[in-house]
Protein backbone atom coordinates (compact mmCIF):
# COMPACT_ATOMS: atom_id res chain seq x y z
CA UNK A 1 0.00 0.00 0.00
CA UNK A 2 1.17 3.31 -0.97
CA UNK A 3 1.58 6.01 1.83
CA UNK A 4 2.07 9.76 1.77
CA UNK A 5 5.13 10.13 3.83
CA UNK A 6 5.21 13.90 3.81
CA UNK A 7 2.41 13.82 6.04
CA UNK A 8 5.05 12.98 8.41
CA UNK A 9 7.52 15.68 7.81
CA UNK A 10 7.69 19.27 7.96
CA UNK A 11 7.64 21.77 4.44
CA UNK A 12 10.59 23.17 2.92
CA UNK A 13 9.06 26.48 4.17
CA UNK A 14 8.91 25.16 8.02
CA UNK A 15 12.63 24.20 7.98
CA UNK A 16 13.11 27.60 6.57
CA UNK A 17 11.17 28.71 9.41
CA UNK A 18 13.15 26.92 12.06
CA UNK A 19 16.59 27.70 10.38
CA UNK A 20 15.96 31.85 10.15
CA UNK A 21 14.84 31.51 14.11
CA UNK A 22 17.60 29.27 15.22
CA UNK A 23 19.96 31.75 13.85
CA UNK A 24 18.49 34.49 14.59
CA UNK A 25 18.44 33.12 18.41
CA UNK A 26 21.59 31.67 18.83
CA UNK A 27 23.15 35.70 17.60
CA UNK A 28 20.80 38.23 19.64
CA UNK A 29 18.87 36.09 21.71
CA UNK A 30 20.43 33.68 23.92
CA UNK A 31 23.41 35.97 24.94
CA UNK A 32 20.42 38.03 26.96
CA UNK A 33 18.96 35.25 28.66
CA UNK A 34 21.08 34.52 31.96
CA UNK A 35 20.99 38.36 31.96
CA UNK A 36 17.37 38.70 32.09
CA UNK A 37 16.81 35.68 34.56
CA UNK A 38 19.79 37.50 37.17
CA UNK A 39 18.07 40.85 36.90
CA UNK A 40 14.91 39.76 36.10
CA UNK A 41 14.28 42.24 33.91
CA UNK A 42 12.41 42.63 29.97
CA UNK A 43 15.17 41.42 27.59
CA UNK A 44 14.23 44.76 25.29
CA UNK A 45 16.61 43.65 22.73
CA UNK A 46 15.64 40.22 22.34
CA UNK A 47 12.25 42.30 21.48
CA UNK A 48 14.09 44.33 19.04
CA UNK A 49 15.99 41.71 17.35
CA UNK A 50 12.58 39.48 17.15
CA UNK A 51 10.62 42.46 16.08
CA UNK A 52 13.27 42.92 13.03
CA UNK A 53 12.58 39.50 11.91
CA UNK A 54 9.19 39.35 12.30
CA UNK A 55 9.15 36.81 14.68
CA UNK A 56 7.40 38.77 17.72
CA UNK A 57 3.97 38.29 16.39
CA UNK A 58 4.32 35.90 13.66
CA UNK A 59 0.39 34.47 13.67
CA UNK A 60 -1.61 37.83 13.02
CA UNK A 61 -3.02 37.88 9.36
CA UNK A 62 -1.42 39.57 6.40
CA UNK A 63 -4.28 41.65 5.80
CA UNK A 64 -3.73 43.48 9.08
CA UNK A 65 0.13 43.71 8.30
CA UNK A 66 1.28 40.52 10.45
CA UNK A 67 3.83 37.83 8.67
CA UNK A 68 0.43 35.49 8.33
CA UNK A 69 1.82 32.68 10.03
CA UNK A 70 0.17 29.31 9.82
CA UNK A 71 -0.47 27.36 13.81
CA UNK A 72 2.63 25.04 13.10
CA UNK A 73 5.16 27.67 11.71
CA UNK A 74 3.83 29.88 15.22
CA UNK A 75 4.38 26.76 17.61
CA UNK A 76 8.54 26.25 15.55
CA UNK A 77 8.67 29.92 16.25
CA UNK A 78 7.89 29.95 20.19
CA UNK A 79 9.67 26.56 20.05
CA UNK A 80 12.90 27.83 18.89
CA UNK A 81 13.42 30.60 20.94
CA UNK A 82 12.25 28.97 24.15
CA UNK A 83 15.21 26.36 23.18
CA UNK A 84 17.47 29.21 24.52
CA UNK A 85 15.16 31.72 26.55
CA UNK A 86 11.64 30.96 27.84
CA UNK A 87 11.42 34.50 29.07
CA UNK A 88 11.62 35.34 25.35
CA UNK A 89 9.46 32.94 23.90
CA UNK A 90 6.63 34.59 25.86
CA UNK A 91 6.82 37.68 23.80
CA UNK A 92 5.10 36.13 20.24
CA UNK A 93 3.21 33.24 22.65
CA UNK A 94 2.16 36.22 25.10
CA UNK A 95 1.19 38.39 21.81
CA UNK A 96 -0.88 35.19 19.68
CA UNK A 97 -2.66 34.85 23.66
CA UNK A 98 -3.56 38.31 23.60
CA UNK A 99 -4.92 38.68 20.06
CA UNK A 100 -6.84 35.66 20.00
CA UNK A 101 -10.02 36.60 20.93
CA UNK A 102 -9.92 39.61 18.48
CA UNK A 103 -9.35 36.94 16.00
CA UNK A 104 -11.97 35.10 17.12
CA UNK A 105 -14.98 37.10 18.02
CA UNK A 106 -14.03 41.14 17.17
CA UNK A 107 -15.51 43.29 15.04
CA UNK A 108 -13.62 44.27 12.09
CA UNK A 109 -12.80 47.79 13.64
CA UNK A 110 -11.45 46.17 16.63
CA UNK A 111 -8.86 43.82 14.28
CA UNK A 112 -8.12 47.26 12.52
CA UNK A 113 -7.36 48.99 15.03
CA UNK A 114 -5.45 47.29 17.46
CA UNK A 115 -3.72 44.00 15.43
CA UNK A 116 -1.68 46.32 12.65
CA UNK A 117 0.40 47.95 15.82
CA UNK A 118 1.25 44.37 17.02
CA UNK A 119 2.46 43.15 13.65
CA UNK A 120 4.53 46.83 13.43
CA UNK A 121 6.11 45.40 16.59
CA UNK A 122 4.50 49.36 18.03
CA UNK A 123 2.31 47.14 21.16
CA UNK A 124 2.21 44.41 22.92
CA UNK A 125 -1.04 42.77 23.69
CA UNK A 126 -2.04 41.03 27.05
CA UNK A 127 -4.54 38.88 28.36
CA UNK A 128 -6.07 38.88 31.70
CA UNK A 129 -8.44 36.39 32.50
CA UNK A 130 -7.33 34.82 36.11
CA UNK A 131 -8.53 36.91 39.56
CA UNK A 132 -7.02 35.90 42.88
CA UNK A 133 -9.77 33.32 43.84
CA UNK A 134 -11.05 32.58 40.18
CA UNK A 135 -8.03 30.52 38.61
CA UNK A 136 -8.82 27.08 37.52
CA UNK A 137 -12.69 28.19 38.13
CA UNK A 138 -12.61 31.17 36.12
CA UNK A 139 -16.73 31.32 35.54
CA UNK A 140 -16.38 32.68 39.13
CA UNK A 141 -14.22 36.06 38.54
CA UNK A 142 -15.57 38.78 40.57
CA UNK A 143 -14.24 42.06 38.17
CA UNK A 144 -17.25 43.88 37.16
CA UNK A 145 -18.23 45.99 34.22
CA UNK A 146 -21.04 48.42 34.52
CA UNK A 147 -23.19 50.49 31.73
CA UNK A 148 -22.08 54.26 31.84
CA UNK A 149 -23.25 56.19 29.26
CA UNK A 150 -21.66 54.78 25.79
CA UNK A 151 -19.04 52.66 27.66
CA UNK A 152 -18.50 50.63 30.98
CA UNK A 153 -16.81 51.10 34.10
CA UNK A 154 -14.43 47.93 34.71
CA UNK A 155 -13.56 47.15 38.66
CA UNK A 156 -11.37 44.74 40.01
CA UNK A 157 -8.26 42.88 39.63
CA UNK A 158 -6.77 40.42 37.40
CA UNK A 159 -3.82 37.91 38.53
CA UNK A 160 -1.00 36.43 37.16
CA UNK A 161 -0.57 38.54 33.54
CA UNK A 162 2.17 38.01 31.61
CA UNK A 163 4.19 40.61 30.82
CA UNK A 164 1.82 43.44 32.28
CA UNK A 165 3.64 46.81 32.41
CA UNK A 166 5.26 46.13 29.11
CA UNK A 167 2.34 45.53 26.99
CA UNK A 168 0.55 48.29 25.60
CA UNK A 169 -3.19 46.11 25.29
CA UNK A 170 -5.10 43.68 27.04
CA UNK A 171 -8.33 41.47 26.16
CA UNK A 172 -9.83 41.68 29.93
CA UNK A 173 -13.06 39.59 31.19
CA UNK A 174 -15.67 41.00 33.10
CA UNK A 175 -18.67 40.20 34.68
CA UNK A 176 -21.20 42.46 32.53
CA UNK A 177 -24.34 40.41 33.70
CA UNK A 178 -23.94 38.76 37.02
CA UNK A 179 -27.38 36.90 36.90
CA UNK A 180 -26.23 35.36 34.12
CA UNK A 181 -23.42 33.20 35.42
CA UNK A 182 -21.03 32.34 33.08
CA UNK A 183 -23.18 33.57 29.97
CA UNK A 184 -22.99 36.54 32.12
CA UNK A 185 -18.91 37.50 30.98
CA UNK A 186 -17.89 39.69 28.21
CA UNK A 187 -14.65 40.55 27.03
CA UNK A 188 -13.47 44.11 26.59
CA UNK A 189 -10.00 45.54 25.45
CA UNK A 190 -7.75 47.97 27.48
CA UNK A 191 -5.45 49.91 26.62
CA UNK A 192 -2.40 50.84 29.08
CA UNK A 193 -3.36 54.91 29.78
CA UNK A 194 -6.78 54.12 30.31
CA UNK A 195 -7.46 56.53 33.33
CA UNK A 196 -8.05 53.81 36.51
CA UNK A 197 -6.19 51.39 35.05
CA UNK A 198 -2.69 50.32 36.86
CA UNK A 199 -0.83 47.82 37.93
CA UNK A 200 0.45 45.61 41.07
CA UNK A 201 3.79 44.96 42.22
CA UNK A 202 6.02 42.90 40.10
CA UNK A 203 5.70 39.18 41.06
CA UNK A 204 8.91 37.23 42.55
CA UNK A 205 8.82 34.40 40.77
CA UNK A 206 10.85 31.43 40.14
CA UNK A 207 11.52 31.52 36.75
CA UNK A 208 10.78 33.32 33.51
CA UNK A 209 12.16 35.95 35.13
CA UNK A 210 12.42 38.43 32.12
CA UNK A 211 8.92 38.46 31.38
CA UNK A 212 7.27 40.66 33.68
CA UNK A 213 4.14 39.20 35.99
CA UNK A 214 1.73 41.94 37.29
CA UNK A 215 -1.78 42.19 38.49
CA UNK A 216 -3.71 44.29 36.72
CA UNK A 217 -6.04 46.69 38.50
CA UNK A 218 -9.13 48.22 37.80
CA UNK A 219 -10.81 51.47 39.91
CA UNK A 220 -14.17 53.13 37.56
CA UNK A 221 -11.94 52.43 34.73
CA UNK A 222 -14.37 53.68 32.06
CA UNK A 223 -13.96 51.30 28.50
CA UNK A 224 -15.89 52.57 25.44
CA UNK A 225 -18.60 50.11 23.61
CA UNK A 226 -16.36 50.11 20.75
CA UNK A 227 -13.81 48.38 22.65
CA UNK A 228 -15.97 45.16 23.41
CA UNK A 229 -14.40 42.02 21.75
CA UNK A 230 -17.71 40.22 20.03
CA UNK A 231 -21.03 40.04 21.63
CA UNK A 232 -21.80 41.17 25.46
CA UNK A 233 -22.00 37.90 27.58
CA UNK A 234 -19.53 35.68 25.13
CA UNK A 235 -16.74 37.10 26.79
CA UNK A 236 -16.11 33.26 28.78
CA UNK A 237 -16.69 31.41 25.28
CA UNK A 238 -14.49 33.39 23.66
CA UNK A 239 -11.80 32.82 26.28
CA UNK A 240 -12.41 29.04 26.55
CA UNK A 241 -11.64 28.83 22.35
CA UNK A 242 -8.74 31.01 22.89
CA UNK A 243 -6.98 28.55 25.32
CA UNK A 244 -8.02 25.59 23.06
CA UNK A 245 -5.64 27.50 20.37
CA UNK A 246 -3.26 28.82 22.42
CA UNK A 247 -2.46 25.81 24.94
CA UNK A 248 -0.72 24.47 22.03
CA UNK A 249 1.92 27.64 22.20
CA UNK A 250 2.22 26.80 25.81
CA UNK A 251 3.11 22.79 24.55
CA UNK A 252 5.19 24.79 21.95
CA UNK A 253 7.18 26.82 24.76
CA UNK A 254 8.03 23.40 26.61
CA UNK A 255 9.06 21.66 23.95
CA UNK A 256 11.58 24.15 23.04
CA UNK A 257 12.92 24.31 26.78
CA UNK A 258 13.45 20.38 26.61
CA UNK A 259 14.81 20.82 23.64
CA UNK A 260 17.63 23.02 25.00
CA UNK A 261 18.26 21.13 28.39
CA UNK A 262 18.95 17.95 26.17
CA UNK A 263 21.24 19.71 23.74
CA UNK A 264 23.22 21.30 26.60
CA UNK A 265 23.69 17.78 28.07
CA UNK A 266 24.41 16.14 25.01
CA UNK A 267 27.20 18.36 24.44
CA UNK A 268 28.33 18.54 28.05
CA UNK A 269 28.56 14.74 28.76
CA UNK A 270 30.96 14.57 25.69
CA UNK A 271 33.49 16.85 27.34
CA UNK A 272 33.10 15.85 30.93
CA UNK A 273 35.48 13.27 32.41
CA UNK A 274 35.49 10.87 35.38
CA UNK A 275 37.16 7.70 35.53
CA UNK A 276 39.62 8.90 32.95
CA UNK A 277 37.25 8.81 29.96
CA UNK A 278 33.89 11.13 28.96
CA UNK A 279 30.76 10.55 30.91
CA UNK A 280 29.42 9.92 27.89
CA UNK A 281 30.92 6.86 27.54
CA UNK A 282 28.54 5.40 30.61
CA UNK A 283 25.56 3.46 29.76
CA UNK A 284 23.68 4.70 32.48
CA UNK A 285 24.65 8.29 31.03
CA UNK A 286 23.25 7.52 27.41
CA UNK A 287 20.26 5.56 28.44
CA UNK A 288 19.46 8.93 30.65
CA UNK A 289 20.00 10.73 27.18
CA UNK A 290 18.04 8.46 25.07
CA UNK A 291 14.73 8.92 27.41
CA UNK A 292 15.10 13.15 27.76
CA UNK A 293 15.19 12.45 23.69
CA UNK A 294 12.96 10.27 22.94
CA UNK A 295 10.54 12.37 25.09
CA UNK A 296 11.49 15.34 24.12
CA UNK A 297 10.24 14.10 20.41
CA UNK A 298 7.36 12.56 21.25
CA UNK A 299 6.41 15.88 22.39
CA UNK A 300 7.18 17.52 19.51
CA UNK A 301 4.94 15.68 17.72
CA UNK A 302 2.20 16.38 19.77
CA UNK A 303 2.32 19.07 19.76
CA UNK A 304 2.60 19.74 15.66
CA UNK A 305 -0.52 17.76 15.53
CA UNK A 306 -2.30 19.53 18.30
CA UNK A 307 -0.84 22.76 16.05
CA UNK A 308 -2.82 21.05 12.85
CA UNK A 309 -6.11 21.09 14.68
CA UNK A 310 -5.69 24.45 15.47
CA UNK A 311 -4.84 26.00 12.07
CA UNK A 312 -7.77 23.98 10.94
CA UNK A 313 -10.21 24.47 13.99
CA UNK A 314 -11.03 20.96 14.12
CA UNK A 315 -13.63 19.54 16.63
CA UNK A 316 -10.97 17.42 18.71
CA UNK A 317 -8.90 20.76 19.37
CA UNK A 318 -9.93 20.72 23.23
CA UNK A 319 -8.44 17.57 23.59
CA UNK A 320 -5.19 17.48 21.25
CA UNK A 321 -4.27 20.89 22.96
CA UNK A 322 -5.04 20.16 26.17
CA UNK A 323 -2.69 16.63 25.85
CA UNK A 324 -0.49 18.38 23.87
CA UNK A 325 0.05 21.43 26.65
CA UNK A 326 0.23 18.66 29.38
CA UNK A 327 2.42 15.97 27.80
CA UNK A 328 4.92 18.90 27.01
CA UNK A 329 4.89 20.58 30.39
CA UNK A 330 5.90 17.18 32.00
CA UNK A 331 8.04 16.18 30.04
CA UNK A 332 10.19 19.70 29.81
CA UNK A 333 10.02 19.50 33.84
CA UNK A 334 11.24 15.97 33.33
CA UNK A 335 13.93 16.38 31.29
CA UNK A 336 15.43 19.65 32.55
CA UNK A 337 15.58 17.64 36.01
CA UNK A 338 17.89 15.29 34.75
CA UNK A 339 19.84 17.60 32.18
CA UNK A 340 20.81 19.18 35.78
CA UNK A 341 21.43 15.83 36.95
CA UNK A 342 23.66 14.91 34.33
CA UNK A 343 25.80 17.97 34.89
CA UNK A 344 26.19 16.98 38.53
CA UNK A 345 27.08 19.91 41.15
CA UNK A 346 27.63 22.27 38.07
CA UNK A 347 23.96 21.90 36.95
CA UNK A 348 22.89 23.23 40.00
CA UNK A 349 24.75 26.66 39.46
CA UNK A 350 24.02 29.39 37.29
CA UNK A 351 27.25 28.55 35.65
CA UNK A 352 25.21 26.41 33.12
CA UNK A 353 22.03 27.34 31.71
CA UNK A 354 19.84 24.21 32.75
CA UNK A 355 19.25 25.02 36.50
CA UNK A 356 17.37 28.53 34.68
CA UNK A 357 15.72 25.92 32.04
CA UNK A 358 14.88 23.55 35.09
CA UNK A 359 13.19 26.70 36.87
CA UNK A 360 11.52 28.38 33.57
CA UNK A 361 9.95 24.52 32.72
CA UNK A 362 7.97 24.19 35.88
CA UNK A 363 5.54 27.08 34.93
CA UNK A 364 4.54 25.23 31.94
CA UNK A 365 2.73 23.23 33.93
CA UNK A 366 0.76 25.88 35.59
CA UNK A 367 -0.50 28.42 33.33
CA UNK A 368 -3.10 28.68 30.97
CA UNK A 369 -4.35 26.13 32.69
CA UNK A 370 -2.84 23.52 35.43
CA UNK A 371 -2.61 20.38 34.08
CA UNK A 372 -4.85 19.01 36.41
CA UNK A 373 -6.97 21.00 34.51
CA UNK A 374 -5.85 19.75 31.07
CA UNK A 375 -6.82 16.04 32.37
CA UNK A 376 -9.87 16.97 32.88
CA UNK A 377 -10.74 18.71 29.81
CA UNK A 378 -9.72 15.38 27.89
CA UNK A 379 -11.23 13.61 30.02
CA UNK A 380 -14.62 15.57 29.35
CA UNK A 381 -13.85 15.21 25.44
CA UNK A 382 -13.37 11.35 25.79
CA UNK A 383 -16.76 11.24 27.94
CA UNK A 384 -18.74 13.07 26.00
CA UNK A 385 -17.38 11.25 22.37
CA UNK A 386 -15.58 13.89 20.77
CA UNK A 387 -12.48 12.20 20.74
CA UNK A 388 -12.67 8.01 20.46
CA UNK A 389 -10.00 5.14 20.42
Same mark, same amino acid.
Given at each position: ????????????????????????????????????????????????????????????????????????????????????????????????????????????????????????????????????????????????????????????????????????????????????????????????????????????????????????????????????????????????????? /????? #? %?? +???? @?????? !?? $?????????????????????????????????????????????????? /????? #? %?? +???? @?????? !?? $??????????????????????????????????????????????????????
Amino acid at each position: MDADFDLYRLSDEHEAIRSAVRELCTDKVAPHAAEADETGTFPQASYDALRSADFHAPHIPDEYGGAGADALATCIVIEEIARVCASSSLIPAVNKLGTMPLLLAASPSVKSRYLPPVAAGEAMFSYGLSEREAGSDTASMTTRAIPDGDGFRLSGQKSWITNAGVSQYYTVMAVTDPSAGSRGISAFVVEATDEGFSYGAPERKLGIKGSPTRELLFDNCWIPSDRVVGDLGQGLKIALRTLDH /TRVTI #G %AQ +AVGI @AAGAVA !AA $TAYVQQRQQFGRPIADFQGVQFMLADMAMKTEAARQMVYRAAAASERDEP /TLSFL #G %AA +AKCF @ASDTAM !AV $TTDAVQLFGGYGYTRDYPVERMMRDAKITQIYEGTNQIQRMVMARQLLKGVVSF
